[in-house]
């Protein structure tokens, strides 16, 4: 009789299912640029921005911050996502922690709708 994974180690089905939003106490939230504007440091292959955004929907979970606040291009070229600084009116899905608030991650929103599972236009 074969076991799966879950059953070997004698894990419960749940905890090796993917993580979702409400499992990470996530916020995802649909927003879109106020403004945009490269920070003033930079580095040898790193060019950091900082976004201001406006929240058009809480997609999961609870924000009730009327904006948010988010970066790019901090990690090295190598490391850094590679999405280039917003403009204004830009679209954006952003990750936000429910215990402090901050932005985890901040996708382009037709990245997000594309990769996420859980959320629809």
Partial sequence: MRQTHAAYFGLQKSVCQRPTAEILNIAVVFVR???AAYQSYQFA???PWQALATVNRVFRGAYTNG???FYGGLGSTA????YG???PGDEWMVYVSSGDGRVIYAFPAG???AADPNIRQ
Avoid: H, M, N, S
């Fill in 67 to 69: 904006q948010a606040t």
């Fill in 85 to 87: 600084i917003p403009k």
């Fill in 79 to 82: 490391c850094d996502l590679g």
């Fill in 111 to 113: 990245v997000a709708f």
């Fill in 33 to 35: 640029v106020d403004e």
């Fill in 45 to 47: 292959d790193a060019r």
